[in-house]
């Protein structure tokens, strides 16, 4: 992957995250995560670049580098196709170090938060059976080792693109840049890095109420099943519900509780509030950073998020 280091050096350094027009290298946000940012960058038609500004100094980034690499490592072990990406580390004088990481650019129209938009149901259901595929080695590598060593995805739609390679059809993840792995039971994510943008008095409380539940689900092949089948209600489609049982309830492994229609508008309303606090906080944040204090606050918030 050739980059233009120097280029997003500039970036950076010129980056208002209030403000993103106001600097001097031309870039378009292509995606919001709730700790993150995915920017097109100028001359780099190709790629994309993931800004995570979470870390108090280089050690701590390349800590977080080094959990990324081995998260990839081990995905790819398992035969998931994840695209070419490459890591940079930022420093700006007084602020926090920044971690870029780059990734190979996908079709937008690919991506399967879109083809259920796009495709007939049958095509759907092709689609849920990939990423179901793709859910079992995670499990069946989980069983084999833990609690040793323990991976999860975030298989939400919009992590998942479908690529088309001649007569063939290749299922490919994006979301690397969340490296869930457990050693001996532990999350090796530290779940402050996804608590900074909430005010500091509120921190404690976050992470007691809500960062271990989150990071945790996933692991939990209900849960992170649940949780895919209720991204359909963010994304407007709840009438494929249905077929998402279908599929997923055939494939979960022995002894788990199948999922229900129920459990799943229960488990969305909980997510949603979750979610709405947390971008309340968020925002609430970057109002007295700014407005009260007259600092700089390093978080780019989205814009309105139908759910």
Known sequence: MQLDYGLLERFENGLDPQNLTASAVRAEVVGDGEMSTVFKIDNHPAVVFKRLPLFKDRAAAESYVAMFDEYCGLLKQLGIFLPESETIIIEVPKRPVTLYIAQAMLPAERFGHRLIHTQDKDSVKQLIESIMAASEKVWQFCKENGPDLEVALDGQLSNWVLIEEGNESKLVFIDTGTPFIKKNGQNLLDPDLLIQAVPKPLRWLIKWLFADEVLNRYYDPQKNMIDLAANLFKEQKP????????????????????????????????????????????RIDCWLATNIFRQRYEFILPGKIKR
């Open 239 to 282: 009438e494929l519900i249905p077929v998402f049982i279908e599929v997923i309830n055939q494939k979960l492994p022995a002894g788990v509780t199948p999922l229900t229609i129920k459990g799943i508008e229960s488990y969305y309303r909980e997510d949603k509030f979750i979610w709405w606090l947390f971008l309340g906080l968020r």
